[in-house]
């Protein structure tokens, strides 16, 4: 996850060799908005009333717009016959924003933290689990569920960047990382 957007993909088939379905940017943002792809930082300096009532605009732009991304691969997978059966979340940070001081880095933290709540919220209306991962250990903290060593899960993921069209950058394989942790928890 990423501000306003972050990488979907979807693995089928067995857990210890799924395959690579697809790979999209879901939307946690409206590009006519541009606001919304940072909205804490849209608010910084204003005053008290008209911050919130920006926020509050905000943060449903930033649900709609996930919820019609959301929608949109669902479909999609449903289409070429596959079902979501859970998902993985990989974000940068999990720190209280109100332990951090400097505003400008606590507005960063209360973003990561609304893209977060607002994508687990809208898988959990749909019925999807979800796990979230640090990116910092994530490969460590799956390979237990994986049941293999963190290296070899790195070059599992790593080789399924072979059958994506597109770029196949840190971020695509984390989320084929959580994907797979969630294809296995599902089985």
């Not at 993909?9 to 919304?36: F, M, Y």
């Not at 449903?78 to 951090?100: E, N």
């Not at 080789?159 to 942790?181: I, N, T």
Request: charged residues 25%; proline residues 4%.
């Amino acid at each position: 996850m990423k501000s306003g957007w972050a990488v979907a993909v979807l693995l089928a088939g067995p857990r210890n060799a799924p395959k690579l379905v697809r790979c999209q940017t879901l939307l946690l943002s409206d590009p006519e908005i541009p606001q919304s792809k940072q909205p804490y930082h849209a608010v910084l300096g204003l005053p008290e009333k008209e911050r919130k009532s920006l926020l509050r605009k905000l943060r449903k732009v930033v649900a709609d717009a996930l919820k019609k991304s959301l929608h949109e691969l669902q479909r999609q997978a449903t289409a070429d016959g596959y079902r979501v059966a859970g998902a993985g979340l990989v974000v940068g940070s999990l720190v209280d924003p109100a332990t951090l001081h400097n505003e400008h880095i606590r507005a960063h933290a209360l973003e990561g933290q609304l893209f977060r709540t607002v994508l687990e919220e809208a898988l959990g209306e749909r019925g999807i689990s979800a796990k979230v991962f640090l990116e910092k250990g994530a490969y460590l903290a799956a390979s237990e569920v994986l049941g293999k060593s963190a290296a070899a899960a790195k070059r599992w993921i790593r080789g399924l960047g072979d059958f994506q069209e597109g770029s196949w950058r840190a971020e695509e394989k984390l989320a084929a990382l959580a994907a797979w942790v969630a294809l296995c928890r599902e089985k």
